[in-house]
């Protein structure tokens, strides 16, 4: 199945920011967040097409997931 992956913010460095990849089916956000090497204690919000999900969010062809890191200011 394929499977858009956006990175924002931090998530971007060294990473591709935009990607289509294909996934075995049954793959989940956590799937993902290991593949690309995201420390999983910084993920501030996981959105699979603009809905808040969380790690064990199984996806399905065609979703779109966007990583956020956690964000900070005052």
Same mark, same amino acid.
């Given at each position: 199945? #394929?499977?858009?992956?956006? &990175?924002?913010?931090?998530? %971007?460095?060294? %990473?591709?920011?935009? #990607?289509?990849?294909?996934?075995?089916?049954?793959?989940? @956000?956590?799937?993902? @967040? @290991?593949?690309?090497?995201?420390? @999983?204690?910084?993920?501030?919000?996981? &959105?699979?097409?603009? %809905?808040?999900? #969380?790690?064990d969010q199984e996806l399905v062809d065609g979703d779109?997931?966007?990583?956020?890191? &956690? &964000?900070?200011?005052?």
């Amino acid at each position: 199945m #394929q499977v858009t992956v956006k &990175l924002f913010a931090s998530f %971007r460095a060294g %990473r591709t920011p935009i #990607q289509t990849c294909e996934y075995p089916s049954g793959s989940t @956000v956590m799937d993902i @967040v @290991v593949q690309k090497g995201i420390p @999983v204690q910084e993920i501030g919000i996981m &959105l699979v097409n603009c %809905r808040h999900v #969380q790690l064990d969010q199984e996806l399905v062809d065609g979703d779109v997931l966007a990583i956020f890191p &956690l &964000l900070g200011g005052g």
